[in-house]
């Protein structure tokens, strides 16, 4: 039995290094992915309603650090203006520079002439609440909307000021990828704006992050758990021998 009891002593031993390796690279995914997630999202709590229903007042979301120049039609994103107020603000972009938008056709939003189906708005809401007259956005500049149309002081309220009410792109701080909280997860991509030149922009890292996160955390408690578990099962098993062998001697 002394052979038996080597082996298993052996299978322990590398039992606890498996195990060790798994606690050591759940850590280092856990970690990792915390601190990529830090250093390309940033949290954000909506003050106000203008978003519903795709984001409610209270809501947290996470929205990816990125550069006005990067941001497409139909993101949602966060900028600050100073001619809209000193805080930041969270509204859908329909429109860019270049581009022609009004409202409303067959109760549509239109730009550059093409109807745009609006998913994100809710039942029965019209795409504009008092239309919005034929208007060119300036370049480097971004036409945006609340997807709450009755209620959002938005670009469709500010056409008299400069800019035909579109917002610098660099007033751009973020754009959002996700509900976090309560969790309602992605934000879809409106597939109506991706026949227009320049598409629609792709999802961050975030299915990644998060990914990195819960692979992670499974591998640490999975790991610091595999060490107890394969030593009860092996005292159990040398306890079952050694009773075996005392019946033996009797």
């Known amino acids: 039995m002394s052979g038996t009891r080597r082996t298993d002593e052996r299978n322990g031993r590398l039992g606890g290094v498996l195990s060790g390796l798994a606690v050591a690279l759940g850590c280092l995914l856990f970690l990792g992915g915390f601190i990529w997630g830090a250093f390309v999202y940033q949290p954000y709590t909506v003050p106000t309603g203008s ?6 007042a209270g809501d947290r979301v996470l929205a990816q650090r990125i550069d006005g120049t990067e941001v497409h039609r139909g993101d949602v994103v966060v900028f600050k203006d100073a001619s809209w107020g000193d805080l930041p603000l969270v509204k859908r972009v329909v429109a ?5 938008v009004a ?3 067959d109760g549509k939003l239109t730009v550059n002439g093409k109807k745009i189906d609006e998913p994100y708005l809710a039942s029965g809401q019209p795409a504009s609440l008092n239309g919005i007259p034929s208007t060119t956005v300036p370049k480097g500049r971004l036409f945006v909307l609340g997807d709450e149309r009755k209620g959002s002081l ?3 309220v500010h056409l008299q000021d400069a800019g035909n009410g579109a917002v610098p792109r660099s007033t751009v701080a973020a754009r959002v990828d996700a509900v ?3 969790l309602r997860g992605m934000l879809d991509r409106p597939s109506s704006f991706s026949s227009l030149p320049g598409g629609v922009s792709q999802p961050g890292p975030i299915a990644y992050v998060v990914g990195m996160v819960v692979v992670g955390a499974v591998l640490i408690f999975g790991g610091a758990a595999w060490g107890p578990i394969t030593g009860r099962r092996r005292r159990g098993a040398s306890g079952s021998r050694d009773r075996g062998e005392l019946a033996g001697v009797s």
């Open 51 to 56: 978003m519903t229903p795709t984001i409610d």
């Open 103 to 105: 409202c409303c056709t």
């Open 96 to 100: 860019i520079g270049g581009d022609r």
């Open 154 to 156: 938005d670009s469709s």
């Open 180 to 182: 976090a909280w309560p």
